[in-house]
């Protein structure tokens, strides 16, 4: 019944016990090690219910079959663990810092070999990728805000026969299918918008080839990173106002990236929504909407980023995106991200507060 649904009916209704008399609406959260022997799942390292009902609802939204794992992280790492020894993975300079560094990590030991490109670059991309087992690609990415264009890397990979994959946390599935636009894994760290409340960690990846999804299982099976009954069924229930979250930051989000470039304190915004940006283009294209982060460089540089950041008072001061809470931090202050991102640059994950509150606050810290 769930095909033909809108994503925003599909969140609400997918994922349920069937509806009959007396039936619980929401689902169980099953806390057991094992199964009685003779069923198809057998163990809690191999299924869950509370998996099972979280997989079909995003496997549906992004098109594919889905497998939750423990963290965004974990998910990144069944990925990477598809390329064959010494295989070479091209990625993104400016991708989420965790995946860089598990990138370069791998690379120090010599399990893959690395070229990181400008994701934004289709040029640089295309010509990195033959010889190529693993296309890494993260768009708009964190925390630049660089947009790349998925439908030409996906037909140039595709076309070379590597591997891509698409971290499509900033988007979500409502604003951005990357399988449909030629990727053959999304990734997501489902601890941001999906889940939604800042009160889980958790990832997940969706394929559309069974061979890979098999692949995939078999590393979460076997290298036993699973997530816990109750996070997958608190990151459900939060999928259920992912679509009115996700409006209300992203609305959020323009107001206030078009009043920041305004401000004399700014000395630019990242945001693909502004008729201006760079990425903007790009996004209309492939985007149905162009999310709720925004980067902004603070006039000043670093110290005065840094004072702004902790002068806020109603946005919190904490590194993560994607709750209902406004969130910024300046992104250099962890050593781990790479020097190529201003030391002045702010991201900030735009909640669903009152637009007008936000803005009198991050005023007040400018001022
Ligand atoms: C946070 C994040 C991750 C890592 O996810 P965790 O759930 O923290 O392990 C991966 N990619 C992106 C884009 C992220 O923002």
Known sequence: ???????????????????????????????????????????????????????????????????????????????????????????????????????????????????????????????????????????????AMEVADLPAICAAANAEGVLVAVDNTFATPLLQRPLALGADIVVHSVTKYLAGHSDVLLGAVVTRDQATYDALALRRKTQGAIAGPMEVWLALRGMRTLALRMEKAQANAQYLAERLQAHPKISRVRYPGLA????????????????????????????????????????????????????????????????TIPDNLIRLSVGIEHAEDLWKDLQQALG
């Not at 869950?48 to 974990?74: R, Y």
């Open 276 to 339: 201006d940006d760079p990425g903007h283009e790009r996004a209309a294209k492939q985007m149905q909407g162009f999310g709720a982060i925004i980067a902004i460089e603070v006039a000043g540089g670093a110290e005065e980023a840094q004072r702004v950041a902790e002068s806020t008072r109603l946005w919190i001061h904490a590194t993560s995106l994607g709750g209902v809470e406004s969130m910024l931090e300046r992104r250099r202050r962890w050593a781990s991200e790479p020097v």
């Open 1 to 143: 019944m769930t095909d033909e649904l809108d994503p925003a009916s599909l969140l609400v209704h997918g994922g349920r016990p069937a509806v009959e008399a007396d039936a619980a609406l929401s689902g169980p959260v099953v806390f057991s090690s094992t199964y009685v022997a003779g069923g198809p799942t057998g163990y809690g390292r191999f299924g869950n219910p509370a998996w099972t009902a979280f997989e079909d609802v995003l496997g549906e939204l992004e098109g594919g079959q889905a497998l939750v794992l423990a963290s965004g992280m974990a998910a990144c790492a069944v990925v990477i663990d598809l390329v064959p020894v010494g295989g070479k993975v091209v990625a993104p300079e400016h991708a989420y810092n965790g995946v860089t560094g598990l990138l370069k990590q791998q690379a120090e030991t010599g399990r893959i070999t690395l070229e990181l490109v400008d994701i934004a670059d289709t040029d640089a991309v295309v010509a990195a990728l033959p010889g190529a087992a693993l296309l890494w690609a993260e768009s708009p990415t964190n925390p």
